[in-house]
């Protein structure tokens, strides 16, 4: 049997157009291998198209991506077009039209990646997953500006925490860490943000009850960040709001030693549209175009959505090679002098060593 399967990409900005080609080569390469065949829809949805058209992306662009499997994205943001205009013209959108509710960041301290801490601070090892809600939260559009330049000006900015969208992001919380270490942190603040924070703490203890096997507790998210550098071993699944899930999120990529490593996935967990997968670490304008974007990000993403559509083996040795390939190959940001292609075909020569053992 061969499962087919369409992906849209949207390679953007950056590097984001240096690390796809990567990804698909890699998808390709395991595809041959699990009866996988992919095509893909390539959209030049850019701020490079914002320059030339006035929008990121076509009026009807999300109903031309509505209905292909899967949607994979390299990064958004590019000079001269400001970041709130370039997000909120194309990424945003697609994790908001499409319900993308969970926003799945794991990251872990890979063999032949240094980590900026000290290795006893690293102990057994460090692999955790933050599960960031990714629909509302802290990013609403509901607020304004009045009396602009004015000594009086004011800009306000609600936060929307909905009982149905904070809801299923905690369960999925829970569930996942169920089915890992059993462990679960709820990233909270409110000790001083008293209303939205208050009510996803008694979200919390209300969806703990329905899962009686997870252990959890709740943090600050101000000295939840210096537990997660001091003693980052500690934790497996980490919940949070939009914006806190989004600070976690680099400084666990940071305590990896490297953002070019850390993968995403934005879900839609009831199928219902598209999910999307992207690497977290934007389009880096500093390196792009010099053939050295780390694709280790991407091509994690890959594995991601390996598993979403499933195929949980094929996402496996995805890994399997990718990490194995670091320990001898590294890009600049990790400290090594490969580039782009050279790691590429260092993951994609395991993926057909192993097509060969099969
Ligand atoms: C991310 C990014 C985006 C976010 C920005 C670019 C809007 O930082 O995916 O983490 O905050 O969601
Ligand atoms: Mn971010």
Same mark, same amino acid.
């Given at each position: 049997m061969t499962y087919r399967y369409r992906i849209a990409l949207i390679p953007g900005d950056g590097i984001g157009t240096e690390v796809l080609p990567p990804a698909c080569a890699v998808l390709d390469a395991i595809g041959r291998r699990h009866g996988i065949e992919f095509s893909y829809d390539e959209f030049d949805w850019s701020c490079q198209r914002y320059a030339a058209e006035g929008a990121m992306m076509p009026a009807d662009g999300l109903d031309r991506i509505r209905h292909h499997d899967a949607i994979l994205l390299g990064a958004v943001g590019w000079h001269g077009v400001p970041d709130h205009v370039s997000l909120w013209g194309l990424l945003i959108p697609i994790r908001r039209e499409f319900r993308q509710y969970i926003n799945l960041r794991p990251i872990k301290v890979l063999d032949g990646v240094p980590s900026p801490l000290r290795p006893e601070v690293i102990g057994e090892g460090v692999d955790m997953v933050i599960v960031r809600e990714n629909n509302e939260g802290e990013y609403s559009e509901i607020g304004g500006r009045v009396? &602009?330049? +004015? +000594?009086e000006e004011i800009a306000v900015q609600e936060s929307v925490f909905t009982r149905t969208g904070v809801t299923r992001v905690l369960d999925y919380a829970f569930n996942l860490a169920a089915a890992r270490s059993g462990k679960l942190v709820s990233a909270t603040k409110s000790n001083g943000i008293i209303h939205t924070m208050t009510f996803w703490d008694e979200m919390v203890a209300e969806r703990a009850g329905q899962h009686a096997g997870v252990e959890w507790r709740q943090e600050h998210i101000d000295a939840l960040a210096a537990k997660m550098v001091m003693? #980052? +071993?500690?934790?497996d699944v980490i919940v949070g709001s939009n914006l806190f899930g989004d600070i976690l999120s680099d400084l666990a990529a940071g305590v990896a030693g490297s953002i070019g490593v850390a993968p995403s996935a934005n879900l839609n #967990?009831? &199928?219902e549209f598209p999910s999307m997968f992207e690497p977290v670490h934007g389009s880096a304008p500093d390196i792009a175009g010099q053939g050295v974007a780390n694709p280790l990000g991407a091509i994690w993403s890959t594995s991601m959505m390996l598993d979403h559509l499933g195929h949980p083996e094929a996402g496996a040795e995805v890994l399997d090679a990718a990490f194995g390939a670091l320990t001898k190959t590294r890009t600049r940001d990790l400290g090594g002098t490969a580039g782009t292609e050279e790691f590429t075909h260092a993951v994609l020569a395991r993926l057909d060593a192993r097509v060969g053992i099969a």
């Open positions: 009396h &602009r330049g +004015a +000594a003693n #980052p +071993a500690s934790f #967990p009831e &199928r």
